[in-house]
């Protein structure tokens, strides 16, 4: 399997993830609280947020694994930029797509 980053699998599968599990990585993410400040603010161990933060890659690894979207994601940038490079004529139609893609619109 490819190895995709941490965050994007995050962002392509995050809605497959428990509230809790969502709660936690938006907070280590995007809210870049530490681990034991996660875990006071949850009421919970330092030693449960790590372990819902290793569950949750496992478990993105493996959706990814089965449903390959990032992988076939990426297939598809590739081939608009492509078709792109070598039809500069359908530019505002390939950066539509681009921005579909992207999840801009």
């Known amino acids: 399997m490819d190895k995709f980053s941490f965050i994007t699998l995050l962002y392509t599968y995050n809605g497959l993830l428990t509230k809790t599990q969502q709660e936690i990585t938006d907070l280590y993410f995007n809210m870049d ?36 979207f990032c992988r076939r994601n990426i297939g598809v940038k590739k081939w608009i930029e492509e078709f792109a490079s070598a039809r500069p004529e359908f530019k505002e139609e390939t950066d539509k797509l681009g921005a579909i893609i992207r999840g801009e619109v």
């Not at 034991?36 to 569950?55: H, M, T």
């Open 33 to 68: 609280l530490t681990v034991s400040e996660i875990a006071a603010e949850k009421n919970v161990s330092r030693q449960a947020v790590s372990d819902c933060l290793k569950g949750c890659k496992a478990q993105l690894e493996e959706y990814e694994e089965k449903l390959r």
